[in-house]
């Protein structure tokens, strides 16, 4: 899958799951944050799209995904990012 592509899947599926995604400028790596009672996922903007699909896999791999449609080529690369990391 495309890097793009599955960055838009990732995107896509962290919304799902309630956790809004926010690319946002700045000296950080990214990840999960909690904000009064919302959960972001911050991604830097001036990062490539390896290290933002790296930061949303770090946070999503950990997530309860029981119940949640997952493409299997999305549900594969998180669970081999599971392993690795």
Do not use: W
């Not at 896509?12 to 309630?18: H, I, R, S, V």
């Not at 699909?53 to 299997?72: H, K, M, Y």
């Amino acid at each position: 899958m495309q890097k793009e592509k599955l960055l838009t899947h990732l995107t896509a599926l962290a919304e799902q799951l309630g956790l809004e995604v926010r690319e946002e400028k700045g000296d950080f790596k990214g990840g999960l944050c909690k904000v009064d009672d919302m959960n972001y996922i911050f991604l830097n903007r001036q990062h490539n799209t390896l290290q933002k699909i790296t930061v949303l896999a770090d946070v999503l791999s950990q997530q309860s995904l029981e119940g949640v449609f997952v493409l299997p080529a999305v549900r594969d690369f998180l669970n081999e990012h599971r392993k690795v990391g």
